[in-house]
């Protein structure tokens, strides 16, 4: 039966879905009467229902968790049936992302310690720089530490709930992280899956906004460093940015080279032309690789700035500024007082020409080797070319001065050619390396706690951000799995994913928004990578630091083998994040007309210029039949064209932003996501809004049952009498009525005028703190 008592009006069957197996439940009669206006909750259940076979769940269940289920079943216009099923599950990447996060974290940051101590000799005043550093560093490397061990105790639920939002110990875990899917059976048209990821905003909520978030933070801060005098050097975020890519460059490339080299040993001791060849090949494109990625004047610039912060390294002579174009780097001198120079300075004793000639000796040892195995394949009989690109600028008369002997020999003739790359590439590695490290203590130098701390907030907003994305892909991965236009799509362009954000411009809410700003558009650091799975094991790994991220995603062998060629090489998988915010409950409403509602206008501009140049990319890249579905089947242009009228029309409370922004991610098969404070209230009357306008508008439900299916999917209490305090936090249902109602006894405030005054007096001390 309905909650109001309707009656029955025909029947199904209910089969009862487990995890991994499928169990027949009896008929279950329910409710439904059409002149009446009446919709009927089919059943509720706890399992999830299995959409794509057997063979995927397990994959499925690596992510999801304690899902609750409900049926329902709506008149369409016709006055036929549609069945649908909704679905909300918990996900143990809440807390596995996390922790696989600030491992990452930790080992980055000894890594950079490790390379801080090895800095070498400095003079007194950069010395104590360095200790100030490393302390703090230090005392934050154990707070994350401690932080790790104690979300390596929580055991029960895998998700965090709103009441936990303001303990230390889980910062970094998302709010509230849901899968709300909706399976729709419509019998005209094709079975449907929709899929909404619910989360709380992104933030610090531990670290408070007092100050506002990160958007207002790191702006402030860099104006801070740009703009007062330091005895510090001054280096661009891009820059500081640009030495950590290249050091991380340099331990990858490093051990590759080595590797390489040995493998082309070991073709040379077993006589092999065409092994010899085939090391050759990869040898020469990783050195390439490697000498390419110190051609970039910070590199230089580092360099003696470095110089001059040795003992005894003071310029004897003012600055002779260089033009630079690209580069914001600026040594100054040493001695206190020390002064800010925004251009590289020339130093009398410093050899400029001393750094060419170091990585470019990394180059001729290639082009000797290349030379080499040259003459030895050509004094064997071979007549193809070793596969390796002879510089035009090598030393011809090394390579001329070297005799060939017979092929019992080439090991040992290949061996001090490669003895001298590891040394010429040895010593490259460490000049750059302290360079690059001492661009790196510049950023840390200024108002360190402060620095650090910015360091640790934007860590935490990001892993929330990156916990929901990484259930997001693999949600999407899994059910789009034998969609060839999606693989494609996902190699060729990337993946779309819209964030719904229904946060307010007023009071706290600001500093979340501009925390989720920050989060959100740090996504772009993150690359996806599909691996089959060696084990049961089907947990997402990541690796890389905090400027580039690579999630490796496992699939189970017979999944893997379904996947187009370029994503089982392992090309790297990109996301593109937009975030599209408007604030609906009644603190925007002052924030309108008091406030200031500029940062949702300027976030929502910003990210509809990143969604255009998406669906630029996207339609310059995918093919033309692929494109060609995409017209008939909508029109993209257009409601990009009525978004950004949208946009631009600044109107109050504009929630047809969020359905056009909606719409267009679905269209382009992207991932959804909606947030709010705690993905509660907000949330969910977004996602119930959202879903019977699908059904409204795909698959033809009744115009006047619109209202209905809405109170029903939103009703908590259409099975039965449940108790109003429960809360569903908890794994309880609640009615849905307001969370703060205030009674008080009238006849008790007639007796006394003195009590009427004190109630007016709490009254009004509720309204103000409520608006506050």
Known sequence: RTSDGGKVVGTIEVSVVKMGEIEDGEADHITADVQGQKCALVCECSAPENVSGKDNLPFLNAVLKNPVCKLYRFPTSDNKWMRIREQMSESILSFHVPKELISLHIKEDLCRNQELKELGELSPHWDNLRKNVLTHCDQMVNMYQDILTELSKETGSSFKSSSSKGEKTLEFVPINLHLQRMHVHSPHLKDALYDVITVGAPAAHFQGFKNGGLRKLLHRFEMERRNTGYQFIYYSPENTAKAKEVLSNINQLQPLI?????????????????????SLKMLSEKTELFVHAFKDQLVRS????????????????????????????????????????????????YDEEEWDRVWANVGKSLNCIIAMVDKLIESDGGSEDSGGSRDGEQDLSVVDSIKTHPREDWYEQLYPLILTLKDCMGEVVNRAKQSLTFV?????????????????????VFSQALAGLVCGFIIKLHTSLHDPGFLQQLHTVGLIVQYEGLL???????????????????????????????????????????????????LPARMFETLPPQIKEGQLLHVHPVLFNVGINEQQTLAERFGDVSLQESINQENFELLKEYYTIFMEKMPPDYISHFHEQNDLKGLLENLHQNIQAKKRKNVEIMWLAATICRKLNGIRFTCCKSAKDRTSMSVTLEQCSILRDEHQLH???????????????????????????TGCLSDNKPTSRHFYPVALLLVSSHLLVVWLILSLALLLAKYQ
């Open 258 to 278: 080595a590797t390489h080299a040995d493998l082309l040993l070991n073709s040379a001791s077993q006589h092999s032309p065409d092994s010899l060849k085939n």
């Open 302 to 349: 580092a360099l003696l700035a470095l110089y001059t912060a040795r003992p005894g390294g003071i310029l004897k002579k003012p600055p002779s500024p260089k033009s630079s174009t690209t580069e914001e780097s600026s040594p100054q001198d040493l001695p206190p007082p020390m002064r800010r120079q925004d251009s590289i300075p020339h130093h009398s004793d």
């Open 440 to 460: 790196l203590l510049q950023e840390l130098a200024y108002s360190l706690p402060q620095c650090l701390m910015l360091t640790l907030r934007r860590d935490i």
């Open 504 to 554: 307010s411009t007023y009071s706290d809410e600001i500093g979340m928004l501009e925390d989720m700003a920050v989060g959100i558009s740090d996504l772009k650091k993150v690359a996806f990578k599909i691996i089959e799975a060696k084990s049961n094991d089907v947990l997402p790994v990541i690796t890389g630091r905090r400027e580039h991220y690579v999630v490796e995603v496992k």
């Open 703 to 729: 115009k006047d049952f619109f209202i209905r299916a809405l109170d029903c999917m939103r009703s908590r209490q259409t099975q039965g009498a449940l108790n109003e305090s429960d809360d569903p936090e």
